[in-house]
């Protein structure tokens, strides 16, 4: 029985303010306790997490589902919209077929990321990139797939994409999109200085050692899904690989993911 929900949202967002309300108010209506995890401690551990926002905010609220292995659904208020579920106007019935447990489960792939120099280890929905943020040359990274160099790039990063990502960062930066299912990971360089530098697929079980390398003086800025995870020096060592462990997406509908890519492009398109 659904006991509390955790709400995401972003709060710069007036309409998503407005529909986390709405949908604390149906909950309560249900008997549900809700609460920001962002800034409210629970006194009850959510049974689920709901974000109000776009694929970012619903990022953002993946954290709090894996702190708490608990699944997670975002209503769409932003503009691309791959990994959020439910439209605003729908949100009532939602909110009901939630309350009612009337939905799927949908396991989303992650990525271990580990930070040898400080033994820092993050998961990642979407990608871990390694960019020189403010710094104004290239950077120049080696990489490794399981002990085997692959190329030394020239870039303004470099991107260690999963499957959900391949439809964000690494596409802007020319990557393939990957089906959801799949079990890969895809290696994106980020405007190499290079024209052979094209974008690579390898097995999730594979593990990808970025290096900066030592023979420059250089800086970058490792961040995962999109936030910043601190700085990075010459020397400087980052290990990307699978993990068993899963994102659990709340589905209330079929997925169709080729005919949203397809309408995402068209729109992108004009």
């Known amino acids: 029985m659904l006991k509390a929900a955790g709400l995401i949202l972003n709060s710069q967002n007036e309409k998503a303010v407005r ?13 549900v306790r809700t609460f920001n995890p962002q800034v409210e401690e629970p006194e009850l551990k959510p049974d689920l997490i709901l974000t109000f926002g776009g694929d970012g905010t619903l990022l953002i609220g993946a954290r709090y589902a894996l702190k708490y292995d608990i699944p997670l659904m975002g209503v769409n208020l ?21 309350t009612d447990g009337k939905y799927l489960i949908e396991g989303r792939s992650l990525l271990t990321v580990k930070n040898n120099g400080t033994g820092d280890q993050y998961y990642a929905l979407n990608d871990a990139v390694i960019t020189r943020g403010g ?11 399981n002990s085997k160099a692959y190329a030394t790039f020239t870039a303004d990063g470099i991107i260690a994409a999963t499957p959900t990502g391949s439809t964000g960062y690494s ?4 990557g393939p999109i990957v089906e959801p299912g799949m079990n890969c990971i895809v290696i994106t360089p980020v405007c190499a200085h290079s024209m052979q530098h094209c974008p690579c697929i390898v097995p999730e079980s594979a593990d990808i050692r970025f290096r900066l390398c ?28 699978g993990t068993e462990k899963k994102i659990r997406l709340i589905r209330l509908h079929p997925y169709d993911f080729f005919g949203l890519v397809r309408m995402k492009l068209s729109e992108w398109g004009s």
């Open 214 to 241: 030592p023979d420059r003086e250089q800086t970058a800025v490792l961040q995962i899904d999109g936030q910043n995870m601190g700085s990075l020096k010459a020397g400087d060592v980052i290990h990307v690989t």
């Open 78 to 98: 932003g503009t691309v919209g791959f990994l959020t579920e439910e439209d605003p106007s729908h949100l009532e019935e939602a909110v009901r077929l939630i």
């Open 135 to 145: 710094y104004a040359r290239l950077i120049r990274v080696d990489a490794a797939v």
């Open 171 to 174: 596409l802007s930066a020319g």
């Open 19 to 31: 529909c986390a309300e709405k949908a604390a108010e149906i909950f309560r209506q249900y008997g």
